[in-house]
């Protein structure tokens, strides 16, 4: 007696014994892919043609850039294409010197032509552009608003159509954040988003851009963050870097990390699963004791994944103050906001924090 | 050095769970003129080794002023023939036989052997039947064996009445692949789509020369357009992924030739579609395959059209399929396949509107024929919109309303059921 099985992806009866449908192609009794085969059919990957796809059901072969990582001067670059987009349109670049490090993470704006390519080009430039300003020992501030310049420039120069692709001017965000020491230098256009994310206090944790966003403009406009993120277009962003750009101005922040923590760059990939400072905290908190930048990186991607991974996904992060993770209770509700800036909760660290004014305000901003 | 150079329009992206995939491919060659004499790439047949022949129908029908306009297109066509191509003239009626050369077979051109076949051309009386089968056989014994590229260029006045229609047919098949027929009907009493039926399988042209007195200039043309053809045997490979299945494979531009069922199986996932000898020039292929829906985020290579000359691969085209949930993507209308999605209906309409009318069925030759107008003047297709013109009263083209002419002359419908299948390109 024969039992009836139907490939899954056409529909075709098979037969139990066989490896493949006969009728498409695709793998039956699939073993999770391995490196070097077609993950569709299983094919081997030397099939793969000049092109990339496979020569047997035809489908993309993973491209290098479907999933990145880099970990270099104690930071980690992790981006992946998410589930749902055919290509990673992010782009990231970490840097190091002994005197300074760099994470930039860009996110090609999906409807315009070429974003991959606008978002490489600018996540390289920002990166080149800190490394040789600085290490002139210029101003942080100036060389990563000239950073910006430069990646606006690269932008512009990369190619203006793509088959069968969106017609506007190839468009990305940035985000690029420079840290001497304890101090984080912040500069971006569009919504991209840069974090501190504090080892000691949940409040501590705060956003370091601003996003160039219609709901962002609708909060500045009075609007409540509920009202504004309710928006259908709230995620529309209203700067960005590209020929068609109505002006590339920076958001520029300079703070002081008030304590051991992870600066944590990232595109909305992440941040629309995770969103709140907290959130993102909890999130890293999570991981095992003595986890590396890597390792933490990966786990964040894998959550946004988990949580639908609609989007591109890069997550870049630099450790500072060998933070530790030790159980804090999460900001309790009902306590009324302090006054004054909320200390570290358990003294893991003997470092002094020291706070800058922004913090304060972001501290209470949050009562 | 022959140059091919393949350009895909598509709108690559697709819904979740689509399955069909759409693509024009325009190829254009250049260096493939003979123009330059023997200049044309290693492996490619120059004019010297390429087959004329002209077969004129001799039937009784074509005596008085066609078989005159015959001879002198004959004469005509000959002068047109460069040294060193091989030829034949033929005279067809009941049955077929060569007049020129005397001796059968082929004569190698040149001032002298031109000069004979004009004078033998001279010569041709009308009288007898029309069996066309039997000329394409003749034609096909003659040329079977020879090398390059063999074109035919084929003349009647009548209905192939004097043999069966599976006669025909099966001449037709026995040549397929063997040489290329232009067809030329001349006067008004010759079948549409028996004319259609060999141009179309010998990767030919068909037209009408309503007039006798144009015959000679069209032969003219005819014989220049082949002299300046220089590949033999261009094929085109199309590569599908497993458990794909194709739609169709169309020539759409210059006219519309189906080739979806000329496919010649290379492997499981490849097949030949046969495009005749090229010269310069362009054409468009439209082409549309049915493909395992992938998942959204998914990317596949769909088609890759690859052109092949003489065993080589001289050109490639990707066609990609990419599932997306962004349906800005999805829902974009590529204009190319759009345009030649319309010209195709408008060759259909215009198919089925005639048959219609021919029915006596008014009404849908009135729709069919006013959807025709419309497609018609919505592409730009001018000279198609105009021949309709002659044989419907158009009242407004946007909308496609039409009347029916209560009289129409048998010259402009068979103008119009021969031109049908003309496109015109996107313009941009």
Known sequence: MTTATLCPSCGEAVAEEDDFCESCGTRLHAPPPQEGTCPKCGAPADQADADGYCTRCGNRLPRPTDHIEVEEGGMALVSDKGLRHHRNEDAGAIRATEAFSVLVVCDGVSTTANPDQASAAAAEAVADAVVAGLSGHEEAVSVLAGAVAAAQAAVCNAPVEEPGGYTQAPSTTVVAVVVIGDQLVTANVGDSRAYWIDAASPQACRQLSYDDSLAEAAIAAGATPEEAYGRKDAHTITHWLGTDAPEVTPHIEVVTAPGPGILLVCSDGLWNYYEAPEALRELVAAGPPGEGVLETARRLVDAALEAGGHDNITVAIKALGAPTWAEVPSAPPAEPPSETPTGPVEPVETETPVETESNESEANDHG | ?428
């Open chain 2, 1 to 428: 050095m022959a140059d091919f150079h393949l350009e895909c329009f598509q709108n690559e992206y697709l819904p979740e769970g689509a399955r069909e995939v759409n693509a024009v491919v325009t190829i254009t060659a250049s260096g493939a003129s003979a123009a330059g004499g023997f200049a044309a790439g290693p492996g490619a047949a120059s004019t010297a080794g390429s087959v004329e022949v002209i077969v004129v129908d001799t039937s009784g029908s074509m005596g008085g002023s066609k078989i005159r306009a015959a001879r002198e297109a004959t004469a005509a066509a000959v002068a047109a023939i460069k040294d060193g191509v091989r030829f034949a003239v033929i005279s067809g009626d009941n049955t077929a036989h060569v007049v020129y050369p005397r001796t059968g077979g082929l004569a190698t051109s040149s001032n002298e052997t031109r000069a004979q076949a004009q004078q033998a051309a001279g010569r041709l009386e009308a009288s007898g039947g029309t069996a066309i089968g039997s000329w394409l056989q003749l034609i096909t014994s003659i040329v079977a064996n020879e090398p390059g590229i063999k074109h035919v260029i084929l003349l009647t006045d009548g209905k192939d009445e004097h043999e069966s229609p599976e006669t025909l047919d099966a001449a037709i098949q026995g040549a397929k692949g063997i040489f290329q027929c232009d067809c030329r009907g001349v006067g008004t009493d010759w079948v549409v789509s028996e004319l259609r039926k060999i141009a179309t399988v010998l990767l030919g042209t068909v037209d009408i020369v309503a007039d006798p007195a144009g015959l000679a200039a069209d032969f003219e043309t005819m014989m220049a357009q082949a002299m300046g053809k220089s590949l033999a045997d261009v094929k085109i490979r199309l590569w599908t992924p497993q458990g794909a299945s194709i739609s169709f494979v169309k020539q759409v531009a210059p006219d519309l030739l189906d080739l979806t069922d000329r496919r010649v199986t290379i492997n499981p996932l490849s097949g030949d579609y046969p495009t005749g000898a090229w010269g310069d020039e362009s054409r468009d292929y439209h082409f549309a395959v049915s493909v395992n829906a992938g998942n959204v985020g998914d990317e596949m290579l769909a088609a890759r059209v690859s052109l092949v000359v003489n065993g080589q691969v001289a050109g490639q085209a990707l066609v990609k399929a990419v599932w997306t949930d962004d349906s800005a993507l999805s829902t974009k209308i590529n204009k190319q396949v759009a345009h030649y999605t319309g010209q195709a209906e408008l060759a259909d309409a215009i198919a089925e509107g005639l048959e219609a009318r021919k029915q006596g069925d008014m009404e849908t030759a009135t729709t069919k024929l006013g959807r025709a107008v419309q497609l018609a003047a919505q592409s730009g297709n001018t000279e198609t919109a105009k021949l309709l013109a002659k044989v419907v009263d158009v009242e407004d083209p946007a909308t496609g309303k039409v009347r029916m002419k209560s009289k129409v002359a048998d010259e402009d419908e068979m103008t119009l059921d021969t031109r049908s299948t003309k496109t015109v390109r996107v313009t941009h």
